[in-house]
Antibody
Framework: EVQLVESGGGLVQPGGSLRLSCATS????????MNWVRQAPGKGLEWVAS????????YYVDSVKGRFTISRDNAKNSLSLQMNTLRAEDTAVYYC???????????WGQGTLVTVSS | EIVMTQSPATLSVSPGERVTLSCRAS??????LAWYQQKPGQAPRLLIY???TRATGIPARFSGSGSGTEFTLTISSLQSEDFAVYYC?????????FGQGTKVEIK
């Protein structure tokens, strides 16, 4: 069974940092693109970042470029999102997702809530 | 950036009815279009990819069509478990973008 479990969310002050993790199991992690998608409270879905199987390609939404870094550890089957210089508008549930066909989000974790507030 | 526009924002439907949701891209995405369903408090679920291919385990009442800039998700006979928000997403080019969603609610 494919499992994606996010952790690391919480309350952080504006300008602060947070590192999200996604532990995966049930599939060969190193074979798939991985992604972060977020959803602000009561709002729609927003793609945040994607990373290729070997980490050689990374893509970001403009609003997080230079502040967020996606990374992966294929030996530990885990995905990470380092978030720096956080803003109130980064408040959201952050989901990790696996891509199978193109850059679709085939499997999702349950999400972790990040709240940026003073 | 490719902007995805979904219509309508909300659809009030009775169980058993046929439902058609629309998604328009600001430029061609070929067939690189996916549909997701999200219920309250849950993660989204992939329904359709490649504009028309059902994901594993998705019932046959869900179908997708279109290419280029115009896409449609059809639910042939709405079941109680289908009341949810539906999103389209293009993956033809970076950045990936989602539509704003269509809420299908009980009439």
């Amino acid at each position: 069974e494919v499992q994606l479990v996010e952790s690391g969310g919480g309350l952080v002050q504006p300008g602060g940092s947070l590192r999200l993790s996604c532990a995966t199991s049930g599939f060969t992690f190193s074979n798939y693109w991985m992604n972060w998608v977020r959803q602000a409270p009561g709002k729609g879905l927003e793609w945040v970042a994607s990373i290729k199987q070997d980490g050689s390609e990374k893509y970001y939404v403009d609003s997080v470029k230079g502040r967020f870094t996606i990374s992966r550890d294929n030996a530990k089957n885990s995905l990470s999102l380092q978030m720096n210089t956080l803003r109130a508008e980064d408040t959201a549930v952050y989901y990790c997702a696996r891509s199978i066909m193109g850059a679709t989000m085939n499997d999702w974790g349950q999400g972790t809530l990040v709240t940026v507030s003073s | 950036e490719i902007v995805m526009t979904q219509s309508p924002a909300t659809l009030s439907v009775s169980p058993g009815e046929r439902v058609t949701l629309s998604c328009r891209a600001s430029q061609s995405v070929s067939s690189n279009l996916a549909w997701y369903q999200q219920k309250p408090g849950q993660a989204p679920r992939l329904l359709i990819y490649g504009a028309s291919t059902r994901a594993t385990g998705i019932p046959a009442r869900f179908s997708g069509s279109g290419s280029g800039t115009e896409f449609t998700l059809t639910i042939s006979s709405l079941q109680s478990e289908d009341f949810a928000v539906y999103y389209c997403q293009q993956y033809g080019s970076w950045p990936l973008t989602f539509g704003q969603g269509t809420k299908v609610e009980i009439k």
